[in-house]
DNA sequence: GTGGTCTAGACCACA
DNA sequence: GTGGTCTAGACCACA
């Protein structure tokens, strides 16, 4: 596992959307047991309680469970899986959209950009 | 003017990408004189040094140019105010296609989602 | 059997509670052998770690004895008994009247409240 | 200001109480400044981190909010601090009664023990 | 000066 | 071994 982290962005909120990701897409699953936090910080080369921040977060966010001496897990309930990509598919829809409304671009435009963009990487990716 | 600020992001570039949307969508045009520091500072509420840092990078990026004892001003280069407008829709696009890839959705998923988010907005303002 | 653990406090300490309040309802009495750290650690769903930290602390406070060879009996000293039972009334009683005096309830505030929630509960109960 | 530590309990939740207590009781008023994280843990003699996350959850239960670069403020809804004092109140009285009752005290016990322990402390105080 | 984030590392409760 | 809390201290954005 490699992140790329942003400058400008704290790292424990880039783990934090790396996380979400991998359990929408199911590479974490519910119920799944998520590395420990000397793990995860001895992979991504950073300091444990940067990773505690994360877990922290994510635990209020109910999207992961502590059990005491056992490890952290994916939440076991799929809706709430559900629910967190609606919400993060839903921000990068508003920002996007919203982003390109104020630099001008007409709704008919968006449209045809995306999908000219989408196309051309597809044709990319063979 | 009211920026709402995000706080997870330095102000400084809240503000660029602000005064950066202004240029494109004309209401700043090529050449025109910018605020100053200080009324830019009471204007959005925040402090000089911060504005003096947004302005330091416009300049570092050739969209802002200081005329000694003048001002500062737009940037007369109508080329240069096309390039950014092209740089920042194709980082929306590029954050926004490759976000919603990586929560699973295709292509066609993408095109969907956009072009019905879209109608609806333009449905709601009527 | 189930304990709901409060995540903020030590389970040893919880069940140290739990324990005695079981001895001064009688459902263990004076005398009566106790559970093995294994019975009550299987039961309790925890470590059995956790358990022997709580019997050496039961011990300690002169409420459990270890006869060698027999198990671990609770101590057949009735007066031992009504002393705890005095004791954890005194401090839920103390930590109760100090809270809400520093919330800025009066002496009359408190009594009402108490008589009223207590009539409310019994309502319900039937 | 001097807070005495209870070893059993994080240091950060009894900071918090304390804190909403004196905002309860009005000493910190709605809209008031509040000490800086390094004011209050070199009066505290405590580290900066720990008062940090204390300030940290008090903004996510919205008692407190922040304004960048000039410090942590209470918050001005009144109404926000009505409920803290009732949520407060209201797991004081649960936590009492509950108590009490596991250690087979009836109601009319209850409310019998309250009020003379009351007139007691009262008498006390003069 | 003020808060936010991060690193480094210790100690404890629990498994 | 695993997480929770805490200390010590650095660096940055912002005022």
Redesign the pocket.
Known sequence: MAIE?DNN??????IMNYLKKEIIMGRLKAGDK??????L?SEL??????V??T??EL?RELIVE???????YVTSEESKIMEIKKEMASELLDRFIQGMQELGFTSNDIITIVSDTITDVDAKKG
């Not at 962005?9 to 880039?14: D, G, N, R, T, V």
């Not at 998520?34 to 793990?39: H, K, T």
């Open positions: 982290f962005l704290p790292i424990y909120l880039q998520i590395p420990s936090v000397r793990e910080a080369q950073i300091n444990p309680n940067t505690q921040r877990f922290q635990e502590t059990r005491r001496g056992l490890g952290r």
